[in-house]
């Protein structure tokens, strides 16, 4: 099996040509390619299919085999793909994915995408579309008590759901002991990304993610988007605001006052090219 891998903002994925070949049993396949001492090493892995509804279609994976519905930095890695392998040679394109059609516009030099800008649409508040169990139609700074504290929680959905916390230091937090204990907490019933927040300014906020079927990642473009609607419906940042992350950074605007669209600008590389056999 051909693959690429592929990373934005140290979110690293096993990128897969299937425009003309299948993978067998792709669940458990991404499990192995993803381990990082028996296998490639990566968050997961993406399928590039073809799609009758859009340019392409995207098929993302977790590290532990179970499926994903989207992929902030994973989607952006996918616009390179198929345009420096010449599947395609629009630099609007859009891609399909278990959360709908997300579009896409690409920047160029010197023949190869280094930056890329998606439309994520709008986020959902409805508790039931995060999904998280909850009373009223959203869920903004809200009570949620794990692991015997008790935090403020806001609640979104990019494609994926999301609770998005808020912390005084990041860097010091132990997420590795508290992420667990949310990604299972009995309020999420498909399990939940979660984002630990620290405000900078009205501009810029910290941020580590504790991805589900992941654990800790370097970086999440839906959670980046995420965070950035929950610090707006909060009052804590303007509408554009620069999400750093172990990996990198992700400038992410909230067209609140317009389309209700989120907008995710960040970067998309190549680590290598390879064949892993099956």
């Known amino acids: 099996m051909k693959f690429t891998k592929m990373q934005g903002c140290g979110n690293d994925y096993v990128y897969v040509n299937c425009m003309e070949w299948q993978p067998k049993n792709a669940n458990d396949l991404a499990k192995r390619v993803s381990d990082r001492k028996f296998g490639i090493g990566s968050d997961g892995m993406i399928l590039i299919k073809p799609s009758d509804k859009a340019d392409f279609f995207m098929e993302m994976y977790n590290a532990d085999g179970s499926q994903g519905k989207m992929c902030g930095n994973g989607i952006r890695c996918v616009a390179k793909y198929v345009y420096d392998y010449k599947l395609t040679d629009k630099v609007s394109i859009a891609i399909e994915t278990l959360a709908g059609i997300k579009y896409l516009q690409l920047a160029v030099k010197d023949g190869k995408v280094y930056e890329v800008t998606v439309d994520m649409g709008e986020p959902e508040l409805a508790p039931e579309k995060v999904p998280v169990v909850a009373e009223g139609d959203r869920v903004i700074n809200a009570p949620i008590s794990v692991g015997g504290?008790?935090?403020?929680?806001?609640?979104?959905?990019?494609?994926?759901?999301?609770?998005?916390?808020?912390?005084?230091?990041?860097k010091s937090y132990p997420l590795r002991e508290v992420g667990p204990l949310f990604e299972h907490h009995e309020r999420f019933p498909e399990r939940v990304n979660t984002e630990f927040v620290q405000v900078l300014s009205r501009s810029e906020v910290n941020m580590r993610v504790w991805e589900r079927g992941s654990e800790e990642t370097w970086a999440c473009g839906t959670g980046a988007c995420a965070t950035v609607v929950a610090c707006v419906l909060n009052g804590l940042t303007e509408n554009e605001v620069t999400v750093h992350m172990l990996g990198g950074d992700l400038r992410i605007r909230y067209d609140r006052e317009g389309s209700n669209h989120v907008f995710m600008t960040g970067p998309a590389v190549t680590v290598f090219e390879g064949e892993y056999e099956e």
Do not use: F, K, Q
Request: glycine share 4%; charged share 25%.
């Open 149 to 170: 504290r008790e935090y403020r929680m806001t609640a979104v959905s990019m494609g994926n759901p999301h609770a998005i916390v808020y912390v005084e230091d990041t």
